[in-house]
């Protein structure tokens, strides 16, 4: 060990250590409880960020920890390498997406080893590898065999810039999540994963999920969105069609007075008469270039055109004539809605504006509402009013009450109705996961058969910037005979959606080699299900939805046996430089690199764990960095000042004298201390505050001074560095040799605090006169409430502030505080 703390030469030699003696290698061990600590893989863009390093530091300290604690560790790591990103880089400096990533890779793996994260490498996988995604297209064709994956014709999601269909959720406040562009609706062939099927048990199971934030579920039930209500038929004047609708307002129907359509509805261009087909298909055109999330805001200037069409109230016969409207979306219930004016907001603004008529239904309770006069729609519950056999009700029992009429007349019935609808999966870019399906004239869509797979990507696209898929653009890829008849026919061209990866990458970890099948049932048996995975809240409606509808997926088809894949969720919080998040567009980036080239990987690590909670976001400061520096050149200089008593025997605690006692007070409370705050809360900084007072406590005992403290001192010594260990391991491993240790830090046990050795030998007691501060009192540890009440009557101060008034009541709060009432 070196007098000065040189950490590049201290954190090569570790690094070096940790990967020739694959210390971090996972395998499975029935005499070893499992953990499975996991962080969500990065896209390799090229370079790793200061948001990275957080994430990363806080997986690999709970990572090591566990690892203390006698954990069988599953530590993985890998990369999310599909995407447009990749094209993008190819068409801009003219090479090849693969080749773009590979390089991307094998630098951000460099970058991620230099930070000391205790990754099993040799599981390392990459989901453009051939290796990974050809039991993706295994996978999709045992979800085609099963109704799970399906083709239809339906609106999408289109990015003009990227030229590739987005799912909902991947739509940002009207752009594309990837290059911000707007985004338009587009009619296309798709293919879709039916999510639906199992949209009441991944509600269900948000209850099931105890160690996920609560905001995050909130936030999947939200977009799940299960609701209560009925589907009523409406008949089209003169046509033998009918308009289903759903609603959750059925007590409402008789003041329906006109039907909104979404102008994507089947019905929208057939309903529409000769006269009104120019209106309306400018209509339908302009509504398709704006964004989803616009046309549902509350701030939308409502506009719709009449189709010239009209169908009829089933409960009052009314007449209703039939509009396109912006604000209805086909996705949700069936894109078609009865319009209540007097009792939805946006459909009362809708009527205003085109001079259609308002019927009130519900009244409240003591007051009669005109339809004349009304500004605004009522929406609470009431009364109801002309509503034939219900009046009189009130809106909440005519709900049940009209909902059984209509099911009894045959014109509706009641029906739970979802918010999530299928997933969407076709893209149309090169970079991606072949869809392994087969067009043929004669026997349509063909699943190419599963020994002729995988479908390889093809090495020799061209990348030229013009738009459009250059899958497409490559006969040798497109032709192909039909494995059914033989006939000439063409390859799909769509890969699939890159967050299709994303979805069970968990899973794979726990078998990257495997050669058999997707997924080993005796590996994932035992590793799964993740003990605790950590990412971005931004992720709650996308990534994690999409991970916990493929593993009950993957567990239908029979390829593991787990309901969930993630026991506990931690989403941290971002890294924040001159009040904003870190980006290069805002000019306020750290570079890694720079930092861990001044002041070493475990400066790095320290400050990105030190400065906040996990959870919350962590400002940026630069002396925070040279603080975290300091503290570390502190410890150095202690262990290496001190070191002498690393020969000293065991602890005993009858031959301790006072500092010695006093010291190892503070060892076993910090051991307690840090403990906790890692294990039961994640609250790092709080344990590292706690590690620095020990220091502090070490430091300035007058133990270092007595040889017969020599045993304590090593003691205290070697808890700071094994508590240390987990947040900067470099350091730690050093120090621990110089303390004369061998084979790694890694290999030690946590240490295990002696409730004994916390026990305080006096007590410091506040005392009060009528409940404000008037001294302190020492008194022995077990000192019962009489020997307290003595000591502090018995005070000078105390004294002078009763002044010979009557004691009239002693209030004792046991170990802190005695209240005198005098008067």
């Known amino acids: 060990m070196e007098e000065r703390y040189n950490p590049k030469e201290v954190e090569e030699k570790w690094q070096r250590f940790w990967e020739d003696e694959a210390v971090f290698r996972a395998t499975r061990n029935k005499h070893k409880e499992k953990y499975y600590l996991l962080e969500m893989f990065p896209y390799p863009s090229g370079r790793i960020h200061m948001g990275h390093v957080r994430n990363y530091?806080?997986?690999?300290?709970?990572?090591?920890?566990?690892?203390?604690?006698?954990?069988?560790?599953?530590?993985?790591?890998?990369?999310?390498?599909?995407?447009?990103?990749?094209?993008?880089?190819?068409?801009?400096?003219?090479?090849?997406?693969?080749?773009?990533?590979?390089?991307?890779?094998?630098?951000?793996?460099?970058?991620?080893?230099?930070?000391?994260?205790?990754?099993?490498?040799?599981?390392e996988l990459a989901t453009c590898h051939v290796g990974y995604y050809r039991w993706e297209q295994l996978i999709f064709l045992r979800m085609l065999e099963k109704g799970l994956a399906y083709k239809k014709n339906s609106f999408v999601n289109w990015c003009p810039k990227c030229e590739t269909v987005l799912a909902n959720e991947q739509v940002e406040d009207g752009c594309c999540w990837r290059c911000d562009s707007p985004v338009e609706q587009k009619e296309l062939d798709q293919w879709f994963f039916r999510i639906t099927d199992y949209a009441e048990e991944l509600l269900a199971y948000t209850d099931k999920l105890p160690g996920w934030p609560e905001r995050v579920l909130t936030m999947q039930r939200n977009w799940i969105g299960k609701s209560f209500g009925c589907e009523i038929d409406f008949k089209v004047e003169g046509s033998d069609e009918v308009i289903r609708v759903f609603t959750t307002r059925q007590d409402t129907l008789f003041g329906a007075t006109f039907m909104s359509l979404a102008p994507e509805h089947p019905l929208s261009?057939?309903?529409?008469?000769?006269?009104?087909?120019?209106?309306?298909?400018?209509?339908?055109?302009?509504?398709?270039?704006?964004?989803?999330?616009?046309?549902?805001?509350?701030?939308?200037?409502?506009?719709?055109?009449?189709?010239?069409?009209?169908?009829?109230?089933?409960?009052?016969?009314?007449r209703m004539p039939v509009y396109l409207a912006n604000f209805v979306l086909p996705e949700y219930g069936t894109g078609a809605v009865m319009a209540v004016p007097t009792h939805d907001q946006r459909d009362f603004e809708f009527a205003r504006k085109y001079g259609l008529q308002l019927q009130v239904v519900i009244q409240p309770g003591g007051e009669t509402l005109d339809p004349a006069t009304m500004t605004a729609a009522f929406t609470e519950e009431g009364v109801m009013v002309n509503s034939g056999a219900f009046d009189g009700l009130y809106s909440s029992e005519a709900k049940e009450k009209i909902a059984d009429h209509l099911e009894q007349e045959g014109i509706g019935r009641k029906t739970v109705n979802y918010r999530l609808r299928d997933w969407g999966i076709s893209r149309q870019r090169y970079w991606g996961n072949p869809i392994p399906i087969i067009y043929c004239e004669t026997c349509g869509a063909v699943p190419v058969p599963e020994k002729d797979l995988p479908v390889?990507?093809?090495?020799?696209?061209?990348?030229?910037?013009?738009?459009?898929?250059?899958?497409?653009?490559?006969?040798?890829?497109?032709?192909?005979?039909?494995?059914?008849?033989?006939?000439?026919?063409?390859?799909?061209?769509?890969?699939?959606?890159?967050?299709?990866?994303?979805?069970?990458?968990?899973?794979?970890?726990?078998?990257?080699?495997?050669?058999?099948?997707?997924?080993?049932?005796?590996?994932?048996?035992?590793?799964?299900?993740?003990?605790?995975?950590?990412?971005?809240?931004?992720?709650?409606?996308?990534?994690?939805?999409?991970?916990?509808?493929?593993?009950?997926?993957?567990?239908?088809?029979?390829?593991?046996?787990?309901?969930?894949?993630?026991?506990?969720?931690?989403?941290?919080?971002?890294?924040?430089?001159?009040?904003?998040?870190?980006?290069?567009?805002?000019?306020?980036?750290?570079?890694?690199?720079?930092?861990?080239?001044?002041?070493?990987?475990?400066?790095?690590?320290?400050?990105?764990?030190?400065?906040?909670?996990?959870?919350?976001?962590?400002?940026?400061?630069?002396q925070g960095v040279e603080g975290s520096y300091r503290f570390l050149n502190r410890v150095w200089k202690l262990v290496y000042e001190l070191a002498a008593v690393r020969g000293a025997g065991a602890v005993t605690a009858d031959s301790l004298n006072s500092e010695g006692v006093r010291l190892r007070r503070v060892v076993h409370k910090t051991i307690r201390k840090v403990t906790e705050d890692i294990e039961e809360r994640f609250h790092f900084n709080t344990a590292i505050a706690a590690i620095m007072e020990l220091v502090n406590a070490a430091s300035a005992s007058e133990a270092r001074n007595d040889p017969a403290c020599a045993p304590v001192l090593r003691e205290a010594l070697e808890s700071v560095v094994l508590l240390l260990a987990p947040?900067?391991?470099?350091?730690?491993?050093?120090?621990?040799?110089?303390?004369?240790?061998?084979?790694?830090?890694?290999?030690?046990?946590?240490?295990?605090?002696?409730?004994?050795?916390?026990?305080?030998?006096?007590l410091t007691i506040v005392v009060q006169v009528n409940g404000k501060l008037r001294g302190k009192v020492t008194v022995a540890a077990g000192a019962g409430e009489e020997e307290v009440r003595t000591a502090a009557l018995a005070d000078d101060k105390v004294k002078g502030h009763i002044g010979g008034k009557a004691v009239r009541k002693i209030i004792y709060v046991p170990g802190k505080l005695l209240n005198i009432v005098v008067g």
């Open 57 to 123: 530091s806080i997986g690999d300290v709970i990572a090591r920890f566990m690892r203390m604690r006698g954990r069988n560790v599953l530590h993985p790591m890998g990369w999310d390498a599909f995407g447009m990103p990749a094209e993008n880089a190819a068409i801009q400096h003219k090479s090849h997406p693969a080749a773009w990533t590979y390089e991307n890779i094998e630098y951000m793996r460099g970058q991620l080893k230099k930070l000391g994260f205790s990754y099993d490498w040799d599981r």
């Open 456 to 622: 390889l990507l093809p090495m020799d696209a061209v990348f030229t910037g013009e738009g459009g898929n250059p899958l497409a653009k490559i006969p040798s890829f497109v032709n192909v005979a039909c494995p059914v008849c033989g006939a000439p026919s063409r390859r799909e061209t769509d890969t699939m959606d890159t967050f299709v990866e994303s979805s069970w990458y968990f899973l794979r970890y726990c078998c990257p080699r495997f050669e058999g099948a997707p997924l080993d049932r005796e590996e994932t048996e035992y590793w799964m299900s993740v003990d605790q995975y950590i990412g971005g809240i931004e992720h709650a409606v996308l990534h994690l939805l999409y991970a916990r509808f493929f593993t009950k997926a993957l567990r239908d088809l029979g390829f593991v046996d787990i309901d969930e894949p993630f026991v506990n969720l931690l989403t941290q919080g971002m890294v924040i430089k001159d009040g904003a998040k870190m980006s290069k567009s805002k000019g306020n980036v750290v570079d890694p690199n720079a930092l861990i080239e001044t002041f070493g990987a475990d400066t790095a690590r320290l400050f990105s764990l030190f400065a906040a909670p996990p959870e919350k976001d962590l400002d940026w400061s630069d």
């Open 727 to 762: 947040f900067v391991p470099h350091a730690a491993e050093e120090l621990w040799e110089g303390l004369g240790h061998s084979g790694g830090i890694d290999a030690a046990s946590w240490p295990v605090h002696d409730p004994a050795a916390e026990e305080e030998e006096e």
């Open 269 to 318: 261009l057939s309903l529409t008469t000769p006269d009104r087909r120019e209106e309306v298909a400018a209509f339908i055109d302009k509504v398709k270039r704006t964004e989803k999330e616009q046309r549902t805001a509350e701030g939308l200037e409502k506009e719709g055109v009449f189709t010239g069409s009209h169908c009829v109230n089933p409960v009052t016969g009314r």
